[in-house]
C-alpha cells in the first residue's frame, strides 16, 4: 500500500512522525489534562522507553509560537476547541534534553551542558536582533551563544548557571508572554556524575542551574521536567511552592506513557499482526502506572517492525540493548540470601512486598538492599500489583522481556563469582575426565546452593535451560578444551560435549530436571539416551581415545550425577 503508516523506529520528533506518515499512537490528551491540572513545576517520573521525549517534542509542538497547527488535525486535543484557542502556538518555549550531558570527568560532562544550553540558545536566535530589547539585554543572550576556535561554547560557569533564566526574561520581553520551558531526563548528567565519580559537583550545578530558573521566576509560565528517579533530597527542587510530582505511583496521566492493550490491539490490526498479540502481551506488557496496565511502547514497535520484515522474527530483550543494566548488576551482587531467595520468587512468577522510597538520591542506591529494591521499581525492572499501604507495594517483574534479562545477569554474576576461586573450579572440571562423579555432585550441588535457581514453569525446558547454562559456564573456564552445547551429534543434540586433548578423553553429558525422589532415575534415563541417540558418535569421529557419559539430574538447588563409561 502506497501511503502505508510506517513505525517510527526511535523517532521522538512529534513533527517527523505526523509529517512523514509514521503510525502515531495518540497521546495529545496528555495536553489536555497537563493545561487543566498543571503547577508551575511539572515532574513525571518513568522508565526509559516508555515515551518521555516524544511527548516532551508533542507539548512543544502544541504550544510554541509560530509552530504549526495542523499538526494537530483530527488528532484527540483538536477536539478541544477553546483549549486550543487560548493555548496552541501561544508561548515561547525553552526545549532541552539532557540525555547526553556526560563524560568522564566533571569539566567534560560541563562541556557537555555548555553546548547544550548553547544550541537552544541558538534556536532562540530572534533574541539577538530584538528591538524590544536593551544592548545589555542582547550582549547577555550573545554570552550564551559565544563559542570557541573548536566551535565549543564558551559561556562562563556563572552564566552557564543562569543561562534558563535569562532565556525565560529575554523571551518574555521579546514576544510579551511568559516563558514556557520543557526539560526531557533532567537526571541523566546526575546518574552519570554518579557513574563516574563526579557526582558532588554535577549536584551542585544542576541545583544552582534549576533554582535560578524554577524559584520565583516572574517570567515563567510553567515548566515540565521529566526523568526516571525524583531527586529531591539534594535540594534541587525544594522552595517551588507549585511543584507537581506525577509518578508511576500517580493516577493522573496514567496512561499517557506507555501503550495501553487497547492501543496495541489497533496497531497490530493495522499491520495485520494481530495473530502475535498474545506473544507481544506475554513479553512486553505488565507494567502497572497509576491503575493503568501498559507495554514499553519502544519493545512494541520494535518487535513489529521485526514481523513486519519477517513473520517467523522471535521476541528479543530490545531493553537491555538500549542502555546498561548495571543497577540489576549491583542488587544481585549484594543480595543476601533472603533477597536471592525472594528473587527466585520473582523469577517463577511469584510477587514480594516492599517499602518503597521514591525520593531516593543516586548517592543512596547502594547505601542498602532495600534501596535497591526501590531503584529497580522506579526505573521498571519492577512493577507494581497491589498498594499495601501509603509505603508499600507488592511488586513482580514485569513480563517474559525483563525475566530474561535477570536470567542473563544472574548468570554473568555466578560465572564472575565462580571464577574467583579457581583451584576449585580446576577441581570441578578435571573430575569429568577423570570420571569422579562423586567430586562433580558434591561441587556441582555447592556451585547450585550459592546461585540463584530457576524454578520458573512457564515454558517447557526452561528449568534444563538453567541448569545447563550454569555446568556450561563453570566449563567454559577449561581454555584448553572443545566446550559444545546442544550440538547435533548421532541421531539428535546433546546437551554437552567435552574434548580434552591432553589425554583425548571425551566427555558427553545429558541434563534433566526431575522431582527429588525421581533424581536417580533421571540420570540413569539421561544415560540411557546417550547411548540410544549414539550422543558420543561426534567425538568418536574426533579421534577420542577414551569416553565418559554422565547422566546428571537437578531439583532447585540439588543435583545428582551417575557415570557410565563407553570406549571408542
Known sequence: MRNRKKLPIGIDSFEKIIRHNFYYVDKTEMITELLHNWGEVNLFTRPRRFGKSLNMNMLQSFLEIGCDKSLFNGLKVSREKELCEEYMGKFPVISLTLKNVEGLNFESARKSLKNTLGMEAWRLSALAESSRLTEEEKNSYKALTVVDDHGDFKMSDATMEKALLILTVLLEKHYGKKAVLLIDEYDVPLDKAFQYGYYDEMVSLIRNMFGNVLKTNSSLFFAVLTGCLRIEKESIFTGLNNFNVFSITSVQFDEFFGFTD?????????????????????????????????????????????????????????????????????????????????????????????????????????????????????????????????????????????????????????????????????????????????????????????????????????????????????????????????????????????????????????????????????CTEALKQIEQRQYAARLKSDGMKNIVNYGIACYRKHCKVKIGKENS
Open 262 to 522: 487497547d492501543e496495541v490491539a489497533e496497531m497490530l490490526k493495522y499491520f495485520g499482526l494481530s495473530d502475535y498479540h498474545e506473544t507481544i502481551r506475554e513479553w512486553y506488557d505488565g507494567y502497572q502506572f497509576g491503575k493503568k496496565a501498559v507495554y514499553c511502547p519502544w519493545d512494541v514497535i520494535s518487535y513489529c517492525r521485526n514481523l513486519c520484515a519477517d513473520p517467523d522474527a522471535i521476541p528479543e530483550d530490545f531493553w537491555s540493548n538500549t542502555s546498561s543494566n548495571s543497577i540489576v548488576s549491583r542488587f544481585i551482587d549484594k543480595a543476601n540470601k533472603q533477597t536471592r531467595d525472594e528473587i527466585e520468587n520473582l523469577i517463577s512468577g511469584e510477587t514480594v512486598i516492599k517499602e518503597i522510597k521514591q525520593e531516593l538520591t543516586y548517592n543512596e542506591l547502594d547505601k542498602s538492599i532495600e534501596n535497591l529494591w526501590s531503584i529497580l521499581f522506579t526505573t521498571g525492572y519492577l512493577t507494581q500489583r497491589e498498594r499495601i499501604d501509603s509505603r508499600k507495594l507488592r511488586l513482580a517483574i514485569p513480563n517474559r522481556e525483563i525475566k530474561e534479562l535477570f536470567e542473563l545477569q544472574i548468570r554473568e554474576w555466578f560465572q564472575e563469582k565462580s571464577s574467583e576461586d579457581v583451584k576449585k573450579l580446576d577441581k570441578l572440571c578435571m573430575a569429568f575426565p577423570d570420571g569422579d562423579a562423586e567430586t562433580i555432585e558434591d561441587l556441582f550441588n555447592d556451585y547450585l546452593w550459592n546461585t540463584i535457581s530457576i524454578r520458573d514453569t512457564a515454558v517447557k525446558g526452561r528449568k534444563e535451560n538453567f541448569y545447563h547454562g550454569v555446568l556450561l559456564g563453570l566449563l567454559s573456564h577449561m581454555e584448553n578444551w572443545a566446550v559444545w552445547s546442544n550440538i547435533e551429534s548421532g541421531e539428535g543434540y546433546c546437551d554437552i560435549l567435552l574434548e580434552v586433548p591432553e589425554n583425548r578423553v571425551g566427555v558427553v553429558i545429558e541434563m534433566k530436571y526431575a522431582q527429588e525422589d525421581r533424581m536417580e532415575a533421571a
